[in-house]
């Protein structure tokens, strides 16, 4: 289990967020970056907020995903 330091989304947060992403918007709606963080959380809330084992379906690396959730974690906060 890796830490970088930052605090990480708890798997209550990622899953609202996930409901949220997934909502009534069509897979192709919005950016890119937005479409790939809804996947990834959701692959997220498969496995249960195991981060290795989603990265390990998603194909990246574990310090690709910290590197993907560290981003939408400050994309987040700074939207407000």
Request: aromatic share 2%.
């Amino acid at each position: 289990h890796i830490r970088s330091g930052r605090p990480q989304p708890h798997l209550s947060v990622l899953n609202a967020e996930t409901a949220r992403a997934s909502g009534s918007a069509s897979p192709t709606s919005g950016s890119l970056h937005d479409v790939e963080m809804a996947h990834i959380l959701r692959v997220l809330e498969k496995h249960n907020g195991h981060k290795v084992s989603a990265a390990n379906e998603l194909g990246i690396s574990l310090k690709t995903l910290y590197n993907k959730l560290n981003k939408y974690d400050e994309d987040r906060r700074a939207a407000g």
